[in-house]
């Protein structure tokens, strides 16, 4: 089946561009709330998982062996921008496990902030793995190997122990099978797992609620949705789009963007788990969809839906800063 047109790009009046996706939205028993597209389909989901793949790192003991508080954790599950704050917080993390910077194995890249990378470039500086949008993530992978006496060279490889720390608890939160047939490698070098998008909606409503874990998982999954509603700015960055819908609504949303047109949420309160995937991979249009989905599931508090409809219809403006066009949400997303 072809998925719907759910954003449409406007200049002036017309339309000039739309994207096509597909929503999930699921609650902790395994009720569809919302299914718009074809929802069964296998997705990567690369960085928008991070909040499940951080579990072993708070299960272990890690966390709080090293002493982390919300920061850490929201940094465990980011996609940062490189900004010195991010940097100097995950080079705090390895510390603490008695590590630095060359036990990262996820590559470098310049920060995704224009602000700190043209700092960095101006003090004559290049970036590193600290600078990585994923080295909180993997700080915490290995924090966790070495607070479990897990030697972590090669940890971004499958069959590590701790990848397939990572991979049962993907399995067993999402109820889909991570298995060597539906895997890949992410931009950070470890294993990513292509299952239907449904099973990130209802893994988003599991860790939201905690329904069907154990006591420490229950207790894992509640601490780093909170640190990550908490800090949102160690989840993403200056101006980013998971700030800002966190921020409309402290402790009320969890979101977190992947690449390649992938977003997965969260709204406790009402024990649902969303995910959605733009078809073309589009980060504008996957945005304006999370935050219209979070606006129509949120409509009973007319203050907040207005401020999330205002995400979704985001302005599209000329070099001078001129309001040009918009995004715009379709009829589907209403």
Same mark, same amino acid.
């Given at each position: 089946?072809?998925?719907? +047109?759910?954003?449409?790009?406007?200049? =002036?009046?017309? *339309?000039?561009?739309? #994207?096509?996706?597909?929503?999930? /939205?699921? $609650? @902790?028993?395994?009720?569809?709330?919302?299914?718009?597209?074809?929802?069964?389909?296998?997705?990567?989901?690369?960085?928008?998982?991070?909040?499940?793949?951080?579990?072993?790192?708070?299960?272990?003991?890690?966390?709080?062996?090293?002493?982390?508080?919300?920061?850490?954790?929201?940094?465990?599950?980011?996609?940062?921008?490189?900004?010195?704050?991010?940097?100097?917080?995950?080079?705090?993390?390895?510390?603490?496990?008695?590590?630095?910077?060359?036990?990262?194995?996820?590559?470098?890249?310049?920060?995704?902030?224009?602000?700190?990378?043209?700092?960095?470039?101006?003090?004559?500086?290049?970036?590193?793995?600290?600078?990585?949008?994923?080295?909180?993530?993997?700080?915490?992978?290995?924090?966790?190997? +070495?607070?479990?006496?897990?030697?972590? =060279?090669?940890? *971004?490889?499958?069959? #590590?122990?701790?990848?397939?720390? /990572?991979? $049962? @608890?993907?399995?067993?939160?999402?109820?889909?099978?991570?298995?060597?047939?539906?895997?890949?490698?992410?931009?950070?070098?470890?294993?990513?797992?292509?299952?239907?998008?449904?099973?990130?909606?209802?893994?988003?409503?599991?860790?939201?609620?905690?329904?069907?874990?154990?006591?420490?998982?229950?207790?894992?999954?509640?601490?780093?949705?909170?640190?990550?509603?908490?800090?949102?700015?160690?989840?993403?960055?200056?101006?980013?789009?998971?700030?800002?819908?966190?921020?409309?609504?402290?402790?009320?949303?969890?979101?977190?963007?992947?690449?390649?047109?992938?977003?997965?949420?969260?709204?406790?309160?009402?024990?649902?788990?969303?995910?959605?995937?733009?078809?073309?991979?589009?980060?504008?249009?996957?945005?304006?969809?999370?935050?219209?989905?979070?606006?129509?599931?949120?409509?009973?508090?007319?203050?907040?839906?207005?401020?999330?409809?205002?995400?979704?219809?985001?302005?599209?403006?000329?070099?001078?800063?001129?309001?040009?066009?918009?995004?715009?949400?379709?009829?589907?997303?209403?």
């Amino acid at each position: 089946m072809a998925n719907p +047109v759910l954003v449409e790009v406007l200049r =002036g009046a017309i *339309v000039e561009s739309a #994207h096509r996706g597909a929503v999930a /939205v699921f $609650d @902790a028993d395994g009720k569809a709330v919302l299914e718009i597209g074809d929802t069964s389909k296998p997705v990567f989901p690369r960085s928008a998982v991070k909040a499940i793949q951080a579990l072993p790192l708070v299960e272990t003991g890690a966390a709080d062996a090293y002493g982390f508080g919300n920061r850490e954790l929201a940094l465990a599950c980011a996609s940062h921008s490189g900004e010195p704050e991010h940097v100097e917080l995950a080079r705090s993390m390895l510390a603490r496990a008695g590590l630095d910077g060359s036990a990262l194995e996820c590559g470098a890249h310049w920060p995704s902030s224009h602000a700190a990378e043209i700092a960095l470039a101006r003090a004559g500086g290049s970036p590193n793995a600290l600078h990585n949008n994923c080295s909180g993530k993997h700080s915490g992978f290995l924090c966790t190997c +070495v607070h479990s006496g897990i030697a972590h =060279g090669g940890y *971004v490889k499958a069959g #590590h122990a701790l990848q397939e720390m /990572v991979r $049962d @608890a993907m399995q067993s939160v999402t109820g889909a099978v991570h298995g060597a047939d539906e895997r890949a490698t992410d931009g950070c070098s470890i294993p990513t797992y292509a299952v239907p998008l449904k099973s990130f909606a209802l893994g988003f409503a599991r860790m939201a609620t905690q329904n069907g874990f154990g006591p420490e998982r229950a207790k894992a999954a509640k601490r780093l949705l909170a640190a990550c509603m908490a800090e949102p700015f160690f989840v993403a960055g200056t101006g980013r789009e998971d700030v800002a819908l966190m921020e409309a609504a402290p402790g009320r949303i969890f979101t977190k963007g992947g690449a390649e047109g992938v977003h997965c949420a969260a709204i406790p309160e009402l024990g649902l788990g969303i995910a959605l995937k733009c078809d073309d991979g589009a980060h504008r249009a996957s945005e304006a969809m999370v935050a219209a989905v979070l606006a129509r599931l949120l409509r009973a508090d007319e203050a907040l839906a207005a401020k999330l409809i205002e995400l979704a219809n985001a302005p599209i403006q000329s070099r001078i800063g001129a309001k040009v066009g918009s995004l715009r949400p379709t009829a589907a997303l209403n």
